[in-house]
Every structure is written in structure tokens, then in C-alpha cells.
């Protein structure tokens, strides 16, 4: 272990420390305190509609929200659903439920009656706030549903008439010297954030203030400026949206929100809005060329492969750095900024604050010896509380104090932590255990790769062979001589039976409502040897 790791450790152990003396309480107070010592430094932009707030104002309407809110029956632990897209009036909806100490229960837009059914009678919903054309979806004979109605009802922008209440007229009822009746504690739950639903219906995960403090805490660098701005493209419906309000928050900075995300609009938001950090998007590995109109410092993301981040530090004179985080458990890895050591690449990187971890044989939750792949387990402040009424989910997913992942980490000679797939991704070929993600890794780096998706095929000789679904570049032509080119290229990086033996290459991937390719749905593909290049024959099936 290096001297640079060994400091960082220590940091992190002091600062664990710190959380109780210097965080707050509840995310309403954390607001609070911006607002009085940075008023008039804009917290909020979305600078695409040209609406913004600064701490002060947004402090101010956090206030008088909560109290129309408390006005129409909303208080302490009421269950709302807020089922609106990106706009300003969503940050200003989940801070006012904060401070109230209400529960945010977030809903996909997108989503249809039935999906919608399963949410809100899963997690008790009570009231909603949406836009008028949402309202359809509520008009069928579902027992939940029925719940919602007119006077439980918030409507944020133009409304039909006797639709609910205005979001307007409850902010401008509101008393701007709001308190809530009840204290707010770290402990109290604040919102019931649902899972992709990778499989089966998705899963209510009980979020605390203190796991969304932790959140934002965890994310001041150590020995570095905290970044004074970040562009924001993700949806407030799923974490990475909010995690990334939370952080600005904490570092008293500015979030420049876009609606929605958007590939070929990356460049001039970068441009316009001279954020020092961003989510690293896919897209910028197609960029051939410099581009230095920008300030961004850090870019962040997940899986990144060593080829991505040289090309994109190259390009943008940008750091790159990874990251670990997933709804249940916050975000306990992160790749520190002032660790030098190359060997840091390519892994999730070290412990944050307030988190422990440990890797574990999946089978006898034994230890995993060092440098020996197993199931990465978490805990800490900074984990949900468990599943909403999930009693049997909630006994797969913990042993004991600790959270079960489900990925499958190595730990380095340093200490580092590197993913190497999910459990459920795991292919078993021959006796050995094979990551999908590893194969994913090694064809993406084959020249006009667009996406890639590795799963398994049942094989009765081998247990099972290796298939990557492979999207390709509009320039690069799906042929068998590609496939062949690819396995070749594959050859070179990774062992020959982790090679894939199937590649069927594919226009356009499905995708689940968050956004995510829905491997799953892949993998369950009834042909999956049809319309594949086949290597043991050089021929498509």
C-alpha cells in the first residue's frame, strides 16, 4: 500500500468522524445553512428555459411550499408522488417535502397505469404532484389509484379546471418563515426511490436524510477545492439525478439542470454553461478532435475502460475518474483525484466516508482472500434502511448489518476495488467462471463499436458459451468477416475461453424506463443461437 493510499484512509477515517459534528440533521437544515452564508449565489439553473434560484430564494420557496403543503394535509411522513420531468419546480417539491418531513415517493413520467399501480400501492401513496396531461392515467378503476383524487392532487403548471390544487397558488400561500411541528432527525425516511426492476417489479428502497447527506457529504474532495458547478442531465426520478443536486448542496455551488439528457447537445452545454464537473457520456469517445472551450476539471463515471479516459483526458485536458454507487447504498467508492498511482485506473477506487466494506465468497459469506474475486459487501450510515414492505427481499439482500451487492469485486495488492461483473452475469463455461463484463470491456475497444451486451447460452457439452450482442457505428458493416475480426481482437486481450463464441450484432438495444440496457430481457431471447456468427463454423446460424 503507497503513501498516497495510506493518507487517503486516514482522511477518510477522520472524516467519518467529522459527519457527526459537522453535518446536519436534515436536508432542510443543510438548505437552511446555505442560504445564510451564500444568499445570492445561484443554486439551481436550468439554463435552457432561463429559470435559476439562489440559495436565498430557493430557500425562501422551499419554506412556503412546505407550508402550503402542510396547509392541504401533507405533514410529517406522508407519502407523495412526484411524477413530473426535469424542472425547477421538482428541486423546489423535494426540498419542501424535506423540510416538512414528508416522504418523496419519485414516479417515471414515462411510466403506464400498471407500472404506476404497482408504485403507489406498494408504497402508500396519499398525494401526487404532476402535470395535467398525467391525469389520464389515474382515470381506471384501480383501487390505488382511486385514492388520488382532486383533493389530493397537486398540479404543477397550466391546469383544466377542478383538476387539484395549483403548486402556484401553495407556493404563494405559504408562510416564508416556515417551521415544520415536528424535528426532523437524520433517521427519518425521506424518500421511497424504486429500483430499475432488472428483475421482477421494482423495489422500493427507503432513503433516509441521513443517506442523502452522506451522499453529498462524501463528495467533498480532500485536499481540493470543492467544484463550484456541475452539469446535470440526468432525470430527478432516479439517483444520479438528485445525487448530483445533493452535491451542490454540500459544495455551495451551482447545478446547471438540462431537461433531459442529450448526446448531441454535450459539446455546447459544456460550452455554455462552464460546469467544472459532468457525467461522462458515452458519446465523447466518438470525438476526434480537441475541445478545449470548456472548464470542466472532473468528469465521472462508471465502468470506464483505460482507453476511454486517455482518449478523453487527452482530448479535453479533463481528469476522468470512477466511481461505485448504486439506489441502495449511495456511493461507497470513488477513484480520489489526488492519487497519482496508475494502478488506480481502471478500479472503483478506495472507500468513502462513512462506509466499510468487504469482499466475501457468494456461497459461505466467508472472507474472500486477498485479491480473490467475491461479492462486495457494504454498510454503513449511508445505506437505505431496507425495501418499502419487502420482507422477503430484504432477507436476500442483507447478512446482517451488511448490504449484499451482488457484484463481484477484486481487491488489489493496493487496496483498490475493481468490479469485475455481476453475479447473475457470471458465465460458467467448462468450469470456469467467465465476467460478462470483462468480454464487454475487451470488444469494446474494437474499432466502430457502439454498445455491447455479453450474456449466456445454455450448451449441454459446456454448461455455457459466451454471446455478445454488438451494436456497431452506422459506418461499420454487420458481417461475418466483422465477427471473425472481433473474436481475433478479443483473442489478444482475454483468455481464448472467455472469448465469445456467438455475436450477433444488433441495430438498437431495449432499454428499462431508467434508461439502462435491459440485459435481462436480452439474455431471455428464446433463438438466442439465430441470426448469430458462430466461431466454431465462421458462419451466421
Not at 412556503?64 to 421538482?90: S, W
Not at 437505505?384 to 448489518?401: D, H
Request: glycine residues 8%; charged residues 25%.
Amino acid at each position: 500500500m503507497n503513501v498516497q493510499v495510506r493518507n487517503y484512509l486516514a482522511w477518510v477515517e477522520k472524516r467519518t468522524e467529522q459527519f457527526d459534528d459537522d453535518a446536519p440533521d436534515s436536508i432542510g437544515e443543510l438548505l437552511a445553512r446555505r442560504a445564510r452564508s451564500l444568499g445570492d449565489t445561484i443554486a439551481i439553473d436550468f439554463f435552457e428555459q432561463g429559470e435559476k434560484l439562489s440559495y436565498r430564494d430557493l430557500d425562501q420557496q422551499v419554506s412556503q411550499l412546505a407550508n402550503g403543503f402542510r396547509q392541504i394535509g401533507i405533514g410529517y411522513q406522508t407519502h407523495v408522488a412526484v411524477m413530473l420531468p426535469n424542472r425547477i419546480e421538482y428541486a423546489v417539491t423535494w426540498l419542501a417535502l424535506a423540510r416538512l418531513g414528508a416522504v418523496m415517493v419519485p414516479v417515471n413520467p414515462a411510466y403506464k397505469t400498471g407500472e404506476m399501480e404497482h408504485q403507489f400501492s406498494l408504497a402508500d401513496v396519499a398525494f401526487m404532484v404532476t402535470e395535467s396531461d398525467q391525469l389520464v392515467k389515474l382515470d381506471v378503476k384501480s383501487e390505488c389509484l382511486a385514492n388520488i383524487r382532486r383533493d389530493s392532487l397537486i398540479i404543477v403548471g397550466e391546469s383544466r379546471e377542478h383538476q387539484g390544487h395549483s403548486w402556484q397558488a401553495l407556493l404563494n400561500s405559504g408562510a416564508v418563515n416556515f417551521t415544520p411541528k415536528t424535528d426532523i432527525q437524520r433517521t427519518d425516511l425521506l424518500n421511497i426511490q424504486f429500483t430499475s426492476g432488472t428483475t421482477g417489479f421494482p423495489k422500493g428502497c427507503m432513503q433516509t436524510h441521513e443517506f442523502w447527506l452522506c451522499c453529498g457529504f462524501n463528495q467533498v474532495p480532500k485536499d481540493i477545492p470543492p467544484f463550484k458547478s456541475s452539469l446535470g442531465e440526468a432525470p430527478f426520478f432516479y439517483f444520479d439525478g438528485l445525487n448530483n443536486l445533493i452535491k451542490m448542496l454540500y459544495a455551495g455551488g451551482t447545478v446547471f439542470q438540462a431537461a433531459r439528457y442529450s448526446s448531441s447537445r454535450i459539446l455546447d452545454r459544456l460550452r455554455q454553461t462552464r460546469a467544472e464537473c459532468a457525467f461522462l457520456p458515452v458519446m465523447l469517445d466518438d470525438i476526434g478532435s480537441e475541445f478545449t472551450d470548456h472548464n470542466v476539471r472532473l468528469f465521472t463515471g462508471y465502468r470506464l475502460d483505460a482507453r476511454l479516459v486517455k482518449k478523453v483526458e487527452a482530448l479535453f485536458g479533463s481528469t476522468v475518474r470512477e466511481g461505485y454507487g448504486m439506489t441502495e447504498i449511495g456511493s461507497p467508492l470513488r477513484t480520489p483525484l489526488d492519487i497519482t498511482d496508475e494502478a488506480v485506473f481502471g478500479t472503483c477506487g478506495l472507500p468513502t466516508p462513512s462506509y466499510q466494506l468487504k469482499i466475501v465468497d457468494p456461497n459461505t459469506g466467508r472472507d474472500a482472500p486477498q485479491g480473490q474475486p467475491g461479492e462486495l459487501l457494504v454498510r454503513g450510515r449511508g445505506i437505505m434502511k431496507g425495501y418499502y414492505k419487502n420482507p422477503e427481499a430484504n432477507s436476500r439482500a442483507f447478512l446482517g448489518e451488511w448490504f449484499r451487492t451482488g457484484d463481484i469485486f477484486e481487491q488489489t495488492d493496493e487496496g483498490y476495488y475493481r468490479i469485475v461483473g455481476r453475479i447473475k452475469e457470471m458465465i460458467k463455461r467448462s468450469g470456469e467462471n467467465i465476467s460478462a463484463n470483462e468480454v464487454e470491456k475487451a470488444i469494446r475497444q474494437f474499432p466502430g463499436v457502439q454498445g455491447v451486451v455479453v450474456v449466456a447460452v445454455p450448451s449441454n457439452r459446456r454448461s455455457e458459451e459466451v454471446k455478445a450482442f454488438v451494436q456497431l457505428r452506422d459506418d461499420v458493416e454487420p458481417t461475418p468477416v466483422t465477427a471473425a475480426e472481433i473474436r481475433t481482437h478479443c483473442e489478444k486481450l482475454i483468455a481464448t475461453f472467455k472469448c465469445p463464441r456467438f455475436i450477433r450484432f444488433i441495430k438498437e438495444f431495449p432499454y428499462l424506463g431508467s434508461g439502462k440496457i435491459a440485459r435481462a430481457q436480452l439474455a431471455k431471447d428464446e433463438s438466442l443461437r439465430a441470426g448469430c456468427w458462430d466461431y466454431t463454423t465462421g458462419t451466421i446460424l
